[in-house]
């Protein structure tokens, strides 16, 4: 049910890319709009909405290397990762034809073992206490020059700490793309905090503190002290070291 409700949400930020998209299209022969939803799983998602003139697709079911029918759109995106939930092709009216595709992932990271997102990278570390999420444009040289995007992800937590080249907004992050930039590349950059999974509230920090020094459990050590997750073990260690001094003086 969270799932669902944070896929709708931020539906202002969404409306205004995708009014930046139909402005694009003013000077655009092909528009892009992607919308990606990803669980903390690295499992999500996608809505991939694109548009051009009607009057270049006559007699051809392939346009600047992207499909318009509904066999090809369903080969050209579809993998062991992703699965085609809906394809709809239509027309806002005669002059534009549209393709409307809902799609599901298991992995995000493995998003491009589709053809059609093959010039996609997708780097997602999480440490201890966040996750390094980037998403790579390669360049490529076969595109067009007229190809406007905008890209939104929507991602497990509205605690985004840090973006470069996009616009955030509680958990959506987006960014739009220009024809050139589209062609030769680019990263979408961002930092957020990782989703607290406990079913009870997040303790305090002295409680955490407190069990810290109790040693209460088996659990690994590096998901108790955050941050300092490498650093505490080499202060324990040299302070056993200076312990150990003293009794052999």
Known sequence: MKTKLRYFTSLKTTAMI????????NA??????????INND??????????????????????????????KIRSFFSSENNTIESVSIGKNNPDTTYINIFINFKDIQKINSAAGFSRIKVTWYKNSDSTVFLYQLNKDEQLSDDISASYTFILPTNAVIRTAGAK???STVSMGLKPDTFKNGTTLFAVFKNVNTNSGPVSSQSDSTKKQ???????????????FGFELPLIFAFGLFLMRSKLLR
Not at 18 to 25: E, G, K, M, N, P
Not at 28 to 37: C, D, H, M, P, V
Not at 50 to 66: F, G, I, P, Q, R
């Open 18 to 25: 995708f009014f930046a998209c139909l402005v694009f299209s």
């Open 28 to 37: 655009s022969a092909l528009n892009w709009f992607q919308k990606t939803s």
């Open 42 to 71: 690295r499992s999500g998602k996608l809505k991939l909405t694109y548009w051009t003139a009607s009057s270049e697709l006559k007699n051809v079911d392939t346009y600047k290397s992207l499909p318009f029918t509904e066999d």
């Open 168 to 170: 955030t907004n509680d």
């Open 213 to 227: 020094n109790e040693g209460a459990g088996s659990e690994d050590p590096r998901k108790k002290c955050g941050p």
